[in-house]
């Protein structure tokens, strides 16, 4: 993305009173009306006067400041009662997908032609009916939602690793390595992902759910590797960090130990969101009949296979494809409550 | 005293938070007369420019919950938005702190002027907007106005760009000109520019001004009278030699305090101890009392509220239980707090 | 201007040669070019070498690809290697009506997502807010492909029992219809369901984007002084806050144009579209590398070019943008 040139920062400065603790405890609402109501220091920073004191004593103040800070972030996040409900529910849906065999009323491909072509109804159990073959598409669902939970969860923690680390390197390194690193991943974003997928996937004729999760990984960490990046470069400007390092912290400690945990808010939020990211381009793969296919179930897939009925048998796309908005519906929901909770300067101020 | 131009009375303003109500203007109560200059001293955070710019609607989060207003015998807190739309800009001007943002910046300097005259004259064709925005640069003092007006603000340093603040806040010919800290984000040098055309407009104008600053020498060079603010309350008022010689709360002692003086042998700044109080949880009784040298512990000071009354005469008001102990012991206070800090 | 534009040009050139050999060395990496020709049982050794030494593919990959530059650049893409058949014709009629789709959902888009963005900006927290809201997260969540079935099924029900032929569920035109307007209304009655399927997951994404924007530019301190000057609040919130919050949004708008690519994809497929989408799955399933090779050089084009058009607008609407 471009960078839009912002002057956001408004510095209020006040000779009569400079002792830095009112300037730290600015009480909300200053001479110029701030409208933000932002609260006195951002999460998990420590404040410029304290950098100096010895590396040791500086953790211990970190650890403390920066429980408290994912204390509150809890807080804020159980508050959310959007996202609260989210999670139940999409808690909910994944046990179903993990103990599949014994929700599912019926196996994934038992055929019974007695059956076939049923609506949804209570009888039988067919919630959501059943297809010309007679099997039940509740049932498939749920051994769809199996695969598709696991590829999503998986590719997740693939691109969140690879987007950390490469965010990490060119943000803490800097010069060539950053340079080379993220004009790699403008090039990445010259070309559509879908297209890459589509293309990786149909020539290397790849169906297992593990392959397609790397495929997907591949193309999804280019975005976080910006956020890290952005994060780290402005990390680094810190007084404290430059005090760790004086005090002779490794590359591997100053970034593992300081400045990942100040980044980690934007990773947990985007890693989220990447779930929902991830089922959704998972489901058009197989939808297109190139990402995962039958025998394994994935829930694009079986909208894949009741497209040819389904002007008739309308339960066979419309089901499976209700199943993956309300994932993506409640990913997006708890992305939604971390982001709130997470990141404190988005403060709400009701009117 | 002939009539005030505005007068307020009890005006209080809240902010609903995430973290609670915030209490920044809480019963305030002053007015402002022709052709004088009012100075609003505090701390950031003592209300008082959300005083001022909530009577103008230009605070939308902020919850008016009394008050009264009266400006030329209309109450402004009452006015439909219509109506105060036309007050805005026309009868009561702003100039604001910071000239680097206060500016469109995708708009030419002319025209973001030009537009202030237009807005209250629909009639008013483009080129004489623009003939007219060209003098108004001139008169505050802007080089090669006609050129300059073609300009976009990042092409104005910052002291050109508040000329040009304050050529938009009087196009119109105001009334009231409010300037809010007009000369905080400037570099020492341009600030006396700026104070001499902000005199100067004023002088031509004929307006009456509120200057809203926590900078007491700013206070003493251009005011006429003085109102002192302290967590949304009006603590003292005064005319400005009593408001410097013979204050009566013991917040306007500190602030006399923690001015530099010339002369004197320490020329470091002594603060009042303590902190300004979150405006969530305000403390009782008097909002100042835990930093206040004179409280002492005194029960009165956490349990009651002080009211702003006479001094000694009509026009010296202060909101302090012990106001007639400071003519005694305002020398010992002032060392009492060197003490402490 | 002027040279910031011809800058912004030769600077596009590099982005260019390094995308053409990204795509040539990826798809070379993961595809064999003979996997099909192979399959074919009738087809020789000989003839199998005959295409190996005419296509080049016995020399090392670097001078593979400079003559599938030379062949892109002086023969248009070539031929397909099945077949024969030259590439470009049917890549540019795809490509023609692939930017239809394309600029009409775009446009659509942008105008709801402006009406959307800066009237849930303004009403922030009211009951249009949260409406404006949900549907942005129900189009985060929803599958394009699934939207299109959807639409489809209803559509095609509504015909069937109802026989009103509201819009077309497939293709992009009918077969004799002729004189102007008659051809516009049947032009706009098939790209009518894959404009709001494009749009739809547009509309959510991009009004969010305009609504923060805005939320950000209200309260900005010019918008007060916008406000203080006694402008109409109409004024104020068009002029004044839309003018500076269409900055980063028209580049998001812009920049979005490749992930287009990707979205016609799905929505050319279900609906049966002769564009680019379609050709492109035509291509994959035949499994012919070069018209693969050729729609992905043609896609990166059309985002550089966008890249372009993002740049060029940021400094059309931005001042503070310098040219030298």
Known sequence: ?351 | MPEPVLSLRDLTVEFHTDDGIVHAVDHVSYDVYPGETLGVVGESGSGKSVTVMSLLGLVPQGRIMSGQALFKGRDLLKLPDKELRRIRGKEVAMVFQDPMTSLNPVFKIGDQIAEALQAHDPGLSEDDARTRAIELLDLVGVPQAPRRAEQYPHEFSGGMRQRAMIAMAIANQPSLLIADEPTTALDVTIQAQILEVLRAAQREMKAATILITHDLGLIAEMADRVVVMYAGHVVETADVGTIFHAPRHPYTLGLMGSLPQVGRDDEWLRPIPGQPPSLINVPPGCPFHPRCALSEGRIECRTRLPELAPVDGEYHLSACHFKHELRERSEELLRHMEGIA | MGTYILRRVLYSIPVLIAASMLIFFFVSAVGDPLAQVRAIPKVSQETIHHIIVRKHLDKPLIVQYGYWVENAVLHRFGTTLLGDNPIWPDLRLALSNTLQLVIVSEVVAVIFAILVGVYSAVRQYSAFDYAATTFSFVGFSTPVFWLALILQVLVTNIFLAYGIRIFYTSGFSTPGVTGLLPSILDRLQHLALPVITLAFVSIAQYSRYLRASMLEVINSDYVRTARAKGLLTRQVVMKHALRNALIPFATVVALDFGAYFGGVIVTESVFSIPGMGLYFIRALNAADLYPIMAWLIVTAVMVILFNLIADILYGILDPRIRYD
């Open chain 1, 1 to 351: 993305m471009t960078e839009h040139p912002r002057e956001t920062t408004r510095e209020q400065r006040e000779p009569g009173v400079t002792r830095r603790g009112v300037e730290e405890q600015q009480a909300p609402l200053g001479a110029a009306g701030d409208p933000g109501l932002r609260r006195a220091a951002p999460a998990g920073r420590v404040q410029p006067g304290e950098a100096m004191a010895t590396a040791s004593l500086y953790e211990e103040g970190l650890e403390v400041e920066s429980r408290s800070v994912w204390r509150l972030a809890l807080r804020r996040f159980l508050r959310h009662r959007l996202a609260m409900a989210s999670l139940i529910l999409l808690v909910l849906i994944f046990l179903a997908g993990i103990f599949a065999n014994l929700v599912a009323p019926y196996s994934y491909s038992q055929i019974n032609l007695s059956d076939a072509g049923l609506g949804p109804s209570l009888s039988g159990y067919h919630f959501f009916g059943t297809d010309d073959l007679g099997r039940d598409y509740f049932s498939r669902v749920i051994y769809g939602i199996r695969t598709t939970e696991a590829v999503a969860i998986f590719t997740a923690v693939l691109s969140v690793a690879l987007g950390t680390l490469v965010g990490a390197v060119a943000g803490y390194f800097g010069g060539w390595i950053d340079n080379l690193l993220m004009r790699l991943t403008d090039l990445v974003l010259t070309l559509p992902a879908l297209a890459v997928l589509l293309v990786a996937s149909a020539l290397l004729s790849t169906d297992s759910p593990i392959t397609v999760s790397f495929l997907l990984a591949a193309i999804l960490w280019t975005s976080l590797a910006r956020i890290v990046r952005g994060s780290f470069l402005s990390l680094k400007e810190n007084e404290y960090i430059e005090a760790a390092r004086a005090s002779g912290a490794s590359h591997t400690r100053i970034i593992l130990r300081h400045m990942l945990p100040n980044s980690l808010g934007p990773i947990i939020v985007n890693g989220t969101l990447t779930v929902a990211v991830a089922i959704l381009i998972e489901a058009v793969l197989s939808f297109l009949g190139f990402g995962i296919k039958p025998p394994t179930p994935s829930l694009g897939s079986l909208i894949n296979d009741g497209k040819g009925q389904m002007l008739t048998e309308w339960w066979l796309v419309t089901f499976p494809g209700l199943t993956i908005v309300i994932i993506c519906l409640c990913v997006n929901f708890i992305g939604d409550g971390l982001r709130d909770a997470l990141d404190p300067t988005q403060r709400r101020v009701r009117a």
